[in-house]
């Protein structure tokens, strides 16, 4: 089995205790191996899960060449020989899921509709609107289109025994009305990764409870099962556990023997309280539990097990969040998500940066990745202008209600002067 210290080795300028986050980024996708269960589940509950396998078509789509428009089906050939004008005789019509059976014949043609069958005989449709037609005769000018036009051919969207979709791939709206062209309802999936998460902190309420002087509400395990139901993962809310060593040893046993991976708040800055790292270094490897990032530096990560030392009982991937709860958000969508779309056997797709100018001012310090909450907008000449939310805040959580998109500063990056251009990583996506 891989060790920290190999890990560690294979990354530049390892430091425990403030890694750089494309470093820890690195180490997390060597640790994040893909589980391997597979289970097939309908085309309806396939939506947002990870394909197991390729999907190979088993048929043409489509099917058969046919018409891209209303209008007239007819041996391209005419075109050539006739000087101006094609005259042809319409001997019959193709409807829709009512093909033409007849074979066309030359100075002929068929009436069509689009997606109608072209039948033997015809490579090309001429539309409607081009043609002037008196009783059962149609005349178009030669030079209004050319042989095999507004044809689709048979196999052009997608060629029997082709693959259709790749295994990794997370199934979208288009996908699923994909699958249903070929026919298949029945889809291989992964099984769907199993988190377990809790909160840490004696401060912390549950909703429903009264909050007495000194607490707040957990807000964290709620967003943390927002953020993983979105990905559509199984979630096991293990609720808030107190700072007291016994307690948390027990929650991430239990966590750790029922779950793929992890996902704790709270405890894991150097304030006295913060048990969860000493705990971790019996039963379980860590690999890291300081970043170079803002907001998110406490951050642990590793693997626990189940029993009573490492290499015992069923071991999981735990990610040590912080506390604050915008670096709660902020270190899953950097560092946590990415690893359970791979633990889920997803393939990654980086997610873009757009390049956005600053309208203010922002301080920034060379030798940490910083997140700041942003408020982005595109002009009329598509340039997109970005400002920071008021408070940037670790625990302001309006601050990304407010946020459309995260203002990301490199690591070397220093201060930015109003007008300076940086990148910025869109909430929101389209399919
Ligand atoms: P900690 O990392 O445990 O020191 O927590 C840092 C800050 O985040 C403290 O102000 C905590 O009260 C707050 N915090 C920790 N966990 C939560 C939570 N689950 N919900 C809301 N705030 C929290
Ligand atoms: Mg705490």
């Keep these: 089995m891989t060790t920290p210290d190999d890990l560690s080795r ?3 300028q390892y430091d425990p205790d403030a890694l750089p986050v494309h470093a820890a980024q690195a180490i997390v996708r060597q640790w994040a191996t893909p589980h391997t269960e597979i289970e097939h589940v309908s085309l309806h509950d396939a939506l947002d ?3 197991a396998e390729d999907i190979v078509s088993p048929i043409d789509v489509p099917a058969h060449d046919n018409s ?7 041996d391209g050939a005419a075109l050539i020989s006739a000087p101006d004008d094609v005259t042809l005789k319409v001997t019959g019509k193709a409807l829709a899921g009512h093909p033409f059976a007849g074979t066309v014949a030359a100075g002929t043609c068929v009436r069509v509709m689009t997606g109608a069958w072209l039948p033997a005989g015809c490579d090309t449709v001429v539309p409607q609107e081009l043609v002037s037609r008196e009783g059962e005769t149609i005349h178009f000018p030669t030079d209004a289109l050319h042989a095999g ?8 969207d997608l060629a029997r025994g082709s693959v259709a979709l790749h295994a990794g791939r997370i199934v979208r709206a288009g996908d699923a009305g994909l699958l249903a062209s070929l026919g298949i309802g029945d889809v291989p999936v992964r099984r769907r990764l199993r988190v377990a998460f809790f909160s840490t902190g004696d401060e912390l309420r549950s909703l429903g409870e009264p909050l007495a002087p000194g607490c707040v509400y957990d807000s964290n395990r709620h ?3 927002a953020m993983l139901r979105r990905l559509n993962l199984e979630t096991l809310d293990l609720g808030v556990v107190r700072d007291e060593p016994a307690a948390l040893e027990a929650a991430l046993r239990d966590a750790a023997s029922n779950a793929d991976v992890v996902l704790t708040s709270g405890g894991v800055s150097v304030g006295e309280a913060d048990f969860t790292r000493k705990l971790l270094q019996t039963f379980g490897d860590v690999a890291f539990w300081s970043l170079a990032m803002r907001p998110g530096r406490p951050l642990a990560f590793g693997r626990i097990w ?5 290499g015992a009982g069923r071991p999981a991937l735990f990610f040590g969040l912080p506390g604050n709860p915008v670096a709660v958000m902020v270190t899953f969508y950097q560092i946590v998500r990415e690893a359970l779309l791979a633990m889920a056997g997803a393939t990654p797709q980086p997610v873009p940066l757009i390049t956005a100018t600053s309208r203010t001012a922002i301080r920034k310090r060379a030798g940490r990745t910083e997140y700041q909450r942003g408020i982005a907008e595109r002009d009329t000449k598509g340039q997109w ?16 209600s407010e946020a459309n998109c995260f203002i990301v500063l490199a690591h070397e990056q220093t201060n930015i002067d109003t007008g300076d251009t940086v990148d910025i990583m869109l909430f929101d996506g389209l399919v």
């Design 149 to 156: 036009a507004n044809r689709r051919r048979t196999g052009e």
């Design 10 to 12: 294979c990354v530049d």
């Design 385 to 400: 202008h970005v400002v920071p939310t008021g408070s940037q805040s670790s625990g302001a959580l309006s601050s990304m």
């Design 306 to 310: 189940s029993g009573e030392r490492p």
């Design 49 to 51: 899960r990870v394909l």
């Design 223 to 225: 967003t943390l099962s």
């Design 68 to 74: 891209a428009m209303d209008g007239y089906a007819f």
